[in-house]
């Protein structure tokens, strides 16, 4: 499971990189058809404009893919949980003592 979900998070971060780059070579070496006819302010307006866009999809398209996994697959560790209640009782005791000892100073 933990392997599907590394390759899932490498595979979007590598599409997070590579199209927007594709995107900005594309636009400044006159590779996409019609980026011939605009001025370089355009040119670096569209280019621009359209890699952010193209990021945006594909973090899209990751959360998308993260919310459609099964949910009862993620279980916690029982070890964490454990110790995790401990520190809560613990500081929970802590809090109450301190309390009542800064009451007691109080009067």
């Known amino acids: ?3 599907a ?3 899932k998070f490498f595979i979007s971060s590598m599409f997070m990189w ?13 590779l996409i ?8 302010y355009s040119l670096t307006l569209l280019s621009g404009f359209l890699a952010v866009i193209s990021v945006n999809i594909v973090l899209a398209f990751y959360i998308y ?16 949980l454990a110790d995790a209640k401990a520190s809560v009782k ?3 005791v802590e809090e ?11 009067e």
């Open 65 to 80: 893919m993260a919310m459609k996994e099964p949910s009862d697959k993620h279980e916690p560790d029982p070890k964490f």
């Open 5 to 7: 979900v590394i390759k």
């Open 1 to 3: 499971m933990a392997a």
């Open 96 to 106: 109450i003592n301190t309390s009542s000892q800064s009451l007691k100073k109080q």
């Open 33 to 40: 058809p019609g980026s011939t006819d605009l001025s370089p």
């Open 18 to 30: 590579v199209v927007p780059i594709a995107i900005l070579y594309g636009f400044n070496n006159k």
């Open 90 to 92: 613990k500081l929970t």
